[in-house]
């Protein structure tokens, strides 16, 4: 077995509002080598970004975490303030959403890009680090002159671009990307998700990919995980998830993208009725009853744990 | 990169000279309602110069043709118009002194007062804020937000009473008014040590009843950018939660109070004319409430237009300032 970069075991994590605790991770376990991906999918509010903001221990102070996170071989919820520093962006680094206002409106993209370098001393000096920018952004596809743009003289695009270009700064082990097509148009959708396969290709990066699309996933990611509720449902390979999944949400969520080459499924989209449920108030039994079109009663006693359902795949479900 | 660089510079080029313009546009209306409202408030300028004295008809007639009176309105405006521009402002009917030479002698001791007031009031306001939001919900914020709170809204005028009384009356400890001891005839450092004995009360009052506006402007608006996703990510690179602070959060939520410390400068020269009077401070302040108690309308006259004058010069500043710190304002 390769070496483990990430270890995740029975990581729970509960926000506290003033309505009271909410769950937002309730018990995810996984593991991931060193150059393999994962891709973890589910509607919003499944508890993913949670999840991914976790990786670096940037969850709100007050949020309760239990469980353990092995990153690089060290405990991630015993370390440090300065060790903690020290594994955030070169140990781990994430590809934020870019249309948020993941960067600084009021510095330069090159400042931005340049700063984890000074940060961590990966670059000698300023000028190693402008050169180092700039290998960068050639390197995502940006043209040199706009690491003296603003943030908002760049398109979603460009700013994805950019984003990438700056968890890539300190030439980190794992990379988490949450969300990084997200409200971008397809053409430059395809184009980022091109980047980053190639980026893996060219190197031992690991990959976590977020993203409630699960289509997307197939594309970047070796291993699958489909989270409800804050919970993983299904994982395994990614092509055997996605065309024969066996949790009926997997199945919802993978009918409810067309399938290319298929006419017919884009004129008959099969949706999902009814909302994902709230963290706060969870139905009982398996979380996903109410709107299973497969569900029975003991559905709503139970929730099922993880159990196999075909090779290397696993379903959290009583009908597999 | 030059065809960014050069449409961004031209965008605020354009911003700046429209700001300018809009200045000088505000500034033509000051001037007209200027002239305007002492048209409606005086109705009798030869009758109030002798205050009820009898005084024979000719001589009013004499002096209503020497002062222009008796010529159309228009004629009036543009002579208004002229003077103003040669900076005279009439004769002031208390001291029968220009009232140019007046505010001019005035000056000195109101941008000393208000000056150093503005300033202590925004840094140590800024920074109070600035504690207070980072260290949220905590004993140090409530304590920094309550305490603002109170001076806030306290009318300055009334807490200088009460500085005054406190320490000059019963204590003892500063002069109870005035720049300088009567008589004194100390120069160098002891001028120095006597006019700051004297400034420190009127400055305390001042500086303690702006630093709350400071202070919970400062608040609010790095609570806003606290909430910000580029924060996340500068924490994620792995930045101290003080260079965060310094470098990703303070800078973007200062810029609302850049443009509230420049309009507040706009304020200094008139702002004090309570504090001023309180403390018996020889500034426009309180050369303000003086011609008010005349009323000595010539010298308010020229005093309203150096005001307003003074807040449109410092709004102009604050928006030239704020296209200079936000690459975001262009032509906006």
Known sequence: MNQLVLSVKDLAITYHSASGPVPAVRGVSFDLAVGDSLGLAGESGCGKSTLANALLRLLPDGTTTSGEVMIDGQDLFALSPGGLRAVRWTTGAIVFQGALHALNPVQTAGRQVREPMLIHHTVGSEDEARVRSRQLFERVGLPANQLDAYPHQLSGGQRQRVLIAMALACDPQLLIADEPTTALDLMVQAQVLALIAELRRESSLSLIFITHDLSVLTYVADHLAIMYAGKIVEEGPSLSVFQNATHPYTRALAAAFPTIGDPSSRLAPSGLAGDPPTPGALPSGCPFHPRCPLAEDRCQTAEPDLRPAGPGQRAACVLV | ?332
Not at chain 2, 89 to 112: K, L
Request: glycine content about 8%.
């Open chain 2, 1 to 332: 990169m030059l065809a960014t660089e050069q449409s961004e510079s031209r965008g605020r080029t354009r911003f700046i000279l429209k700001k300018v313009l809009g200045s000088l546009l505000t500034l033509v209306f000051v001037l007209v309602f200027n002239f305007v409202l002492f048209r409606i408030v005086q109705s009798d300028p030869i009758g109030s110069l002798f205050r009820g004295r009898n005084v024979p008809a000719a001589k009013i007639a004499d002096l209503r043709t020497a002062f222009g009176l008796d010529e159309s309105l228009w004629v009036q405006f543009w002579a208004y118009v002229r003077q103003t521009f040669q900076l005279n402002f009439g004769i002031s009917y208390q001291s029968r002194q220009p009232v140019w030479n007046e505010i001019v002698s005035a000056i000195p001791a109101t941008v000393a007062l208000v000056g150093i007031s503005a300033v202590f009031s925004a840094v140590i306001g800024t920074i109070g804020g600035v504690i207070a939001a980072w260290r949220r919900n905590t004993w140090k914020d409530h304590a920094i937000t309550s305490g603002t709170m109170v001076f806030y809204s306290m009318p300055d005028f009334w807490l200088g009473m009460i500085l005054l009384v406190g320490f000059a009356v019963v204590l003892g400890w500063f002069p109870v008014g005035g720049m300088s001891d009567a008589g004194s005839t100390a120069t160098g450092l002891a001028l120095l040590l006597d006019r700051l004995h004297h400034i420190f009360l009127p400055a305390l009052t001042l500086t303690l009843a702006y630093l709350g506006e400071y202070a919970l402007v400062t608040r609010s608006s790095l609570l806003d950018v606290m909430g910000e996703d580029y924060l996340t990510v500068a924490r994620a690179k792995g930045l101290r939660d003080v260079v965060v602070r310094n470098r990703h959060a303070v800078p973007n939520a200062l810029l609302p109070v850049v443009t509230l410390t420049a309009i507040n400068f706009g304020f200094v020269l008139s702002g004090a004319i309570a504090v001023e009077a309180v403390f018996s401070w020889p500034g426009l302040g309180k050369a303000t409430a003086d011609a008010i108690r005349g009323p000595d309308l010539p010298m308010l006259q020229g005093l309203f237009l150096l005001f307003s004058a003074a807040v449109i010069f410092f709004n102009l500043l604050a928006d030239v300032a704020y296209a200079w710190l936000d690459p975001r304002v262009e032509g906006a």
